[in-house]
């Protein structure tokens, strides 16, 4: 079974600065996806961005990106320029490729604190 | 688009009764849903993956016979707590998913279910 883990239940940042969120997994899947989802007080899951394995290059969205090491088993997510709006909580996530056996695997979370 | 819906947003009940949760994908069909379920200040797990008009496959330590998927049509999926008890209490998320390449999964807003 695969597991997802998130080493940071808290991190803080001051407003217009940069923080990375951690996140590592185990698989012995070749191939999968990966997604950062970021869950407000509202509770809405909201996708952040996601990553196949079989791309080396790491997804950008916006102010958003991921740095992805396969071998390593590690997808961290960078927030640049945080806003005030980014303040939630944050969940890793993996999704193996077969149909079927796609249910998300969530990691604990991080809760994001965004310092004015 | 790829917006999805659940009834009731939250519900009180009593223990001993049945509680049932609805999830719509509403400008979408969805051959497969998943039921998510959030304890406070904790991770989703996922409970059991519906499959329109096929049983649903339940996650190890999930209830069948307490937790009733039924995913009768392309749009709905219901999920029903028979005889709840206050530790049924959670918050219950679906997640539909789309057919567009990717296979994203679309999450609907969560259900609170507190049962006295």
């Known amino acids: 079974a695969q597991t997802v883990t998130q080493s940071q239940p808290e991190m803080s940042v001051q407003e217009a600065e940069t923080v990375t969120l951690s996140c590592t997994y185990d698989?012995?899947?070749?191939?999968?996806?990966l997604f950062w989802y970021k869950q407000p007080p509202s509770r809405q899951m909201i996708l952040v961005i996601r990553?196949?394995?079989?791309?080396?290059q790491n997804a950008t969205e916006n102010r958003f990106s991921v740095n992805f090491q396969k071998a390593a088993k590690s997808f961290s997510l960078k927030i640049s320029d945080s806003q005030l709006g980014d303040a939630a909580m944050y969940f890793c996530?993996?999704?193996?490729?077969?149909?079927?056996?796609?249910?998300?695997?969530f990691g604990k979370g991080t809760h994001l604190i965004i310092q004015p | 688009g790829a917006v999805v819906s659940q009834h009731p947003s939250r519900v009180i009940c009593k223990s001993g009764t049945s509680v049932k949760i609805e999830c719509r994908s509403l400008?979408?069909?969805?051959?497969?849903m998943f039921w998510y379920r959030q304890f406070p200040k904790q991770s989703l797990m996922l409970m059991a993956t519906?499959?329109?008009?096929?049983?649903?496959?339940?996650e190890q330590g999930v209830e069948k016979d307490k937790f009733l998927i039924n995913h009768a049509s392309l749009t709905l999926s219901t999920l029903t707590v028979t005889s709840a008890h206050p530790e049924d209490s959670s918050f219950y998320i679906c997640?539909?998913?789309?057919?567009?390449?990717?296979?994203?999964?679309?999450f609907g807003p969560g259900t609170r279910l507190t049962v006295l």
């Open positions: 997640s539909a998913l789309g057919l567009a390449g990717g296979r994203e999964q679309f």
């Open positions: 698989t012995s899947e070749s191939d999968y996806y």
């Open positions: 990553q196949e394995a079989y791309k080396q």
């Open positions: 996530a993996y999704r193996s490729p077969y149909v079927g056996a796609d249910g998300l695997t």
């Open positions: 400008d979408f069909q969805a051959t497969t």
């Open positions: 519906s499959n329109e008009g096929s049983k649903a496959t339940y």
